[in-house]
């Protein structure tokens, strides 16, 4: 591995340890503990509530997710990594949905438990979602497997799918919020570590506009809805137990559970899509100065070589001074 590689990847590997703590901190707060569980309740409750004229059309989103979705994706990602020959890439994209899939199911249905602490009824454990493991998976390989220039629109339009199906959740009484949390913990996992071993490509400062404004966006979206769940889970977290009641308990439970489901999915693009600009920059350094046109250079002395490997002799230089006559007989130069 070039040492301009290792950056990406150490940042990546801390990102992923930072995802993995934040799924059992989720787990342990909201799952383990009685008032934990009875806030999620109470957000799910008020999504429900809220959002209740939306489930026809939240089920019919989630219908949409199957088997067969899961291989047209791995098919879509991977036929545009080989168009762009790049295998190593398509296997990235590839390994990354099937392994954030595994993962949830894994730690849904054997790490994690859910205990019966009396808050609700006996359920099996729910975290983290699936539906939602797969439209975070599915956006995230799409962005690892775009062009240089595509990647700020596929970054905001995946984070808006990833936040649709999210919510859905919540509209539709599927999950509750920290179910969702997690899923685009464990897809953000697995994009940190796999987008820095997919290698960077050098962009030369390709799409620097788009990038900046799919940046704000997503800073925004993440900081907007982070913010907002935390506000709403504080003032939530202090009222329940019992479970807030009314239109205005509902609305910020409901209303915060949202805000935090789409605070996240904005986060977890914006930091693949600036892992992924690490590694661009990376490769960036790697490609040599001699590369690009060099202005004023020398032509070598020995007629019409070229410069330096890939380089361009621009302008005209002066030409050498005719060489000296040897003297004649007389010892004159000859006229």
């Given at each position: 591995m070039t040492r301009g590689a290792r950056p990406p990847l150490v940042a990546g590997v801390l990102v992923a340890l930072a995802c993995a703590a934040g799924v059992v901190v989720l787990h342990r707060?909201?799952?383990a503990t009685a008032h934990g569980q009875a806030v999620d309740e109470a957000a799910l409750s008020g999504a429900?509530?809220?959002?209740?004229?939306?489930?026809?059309s939240a089920d019919l989103v989630l219908d949409s997710v199957s088997a067969l979705a899961v291989l047209a994706a791995l098919a879509a990602v991977a036929v545009?990594?080989?168009v762009q020959r790049r295998v190593r890439l398509a296997l990235a994209a590839v390994a990354l949905?099937?392994?954030?899939l595994a993962t949830t199911q894994v730690v849904k249905r054997l790490l994690l438990v859910r205990p019966d602490l009396d808050v609700t009824y006996a359920l099996d454990n729910s975290l983290p979602?699936?539906?939602?493991?797969?439209?975070?998976a599915v956006s995230a390989a799409a962005l690892l497997v775009s062009p240089v220039r595509l990647r700020p629109l596929v970054a905001v339009v995946g984070a808006a799918y990833t936040a649709v199906i999210g919510v859905g959740t919540l509209a539709a009484g599927w999950h509750r919020p920290s179910d969702v949390v997690a899923a685009a913990l464990v897809v953000l996992a697995w994009g940190a570590l796999l987008a820095p071993l997919a290698g960077g490509r050098a962009s030369g400062g390709a799409g620097s506009s788009a990038r900046a404004a799919a940046g704000t966006v997503l800073v925004v979206g993440a900081a907007v809805g982070l913010a907002g769940g935390a506000a709403a889970l504080a003032a939530v977290w202090v009222a329940v137990p019992p479970e807030?009641?009314?239109?205005a308990g509902q609305l910020v439970a409901g209303v915060g559970g949202a805000l935090g489901v789409g605070g996240a999915a904005c986060a977890g693009l914006l930091v693949l899509l600036l892992l992924q600009?690490?590694?661009d920059r990376a490769a960036d350094r790697m490609v040599p100065a001699s590369s690009g046109p060099v202005v004023g250079a020398r032509r070598p002395s020995g007629g019409g070589?070229?410069?330096?490997?890939g380089g361009t002799v621009l302008g005209e230089q002066p030409a050498a001074a005719p060489a000296a006559r040897p003297p004649g007989p007389e010892g004159r130069s000859s006229g």
């Open positions: 707060v909201f799952v429900r509530a809220r959002l209740w004229r939306l489930q026809d545009a990594a080989l949905v099937v392994g954030a979602s699936g539906h939602t493991t797969f439209a975070a807030p009641t009314g239109r600009r690490a590694g070589a070229a410069g330096p490997a």
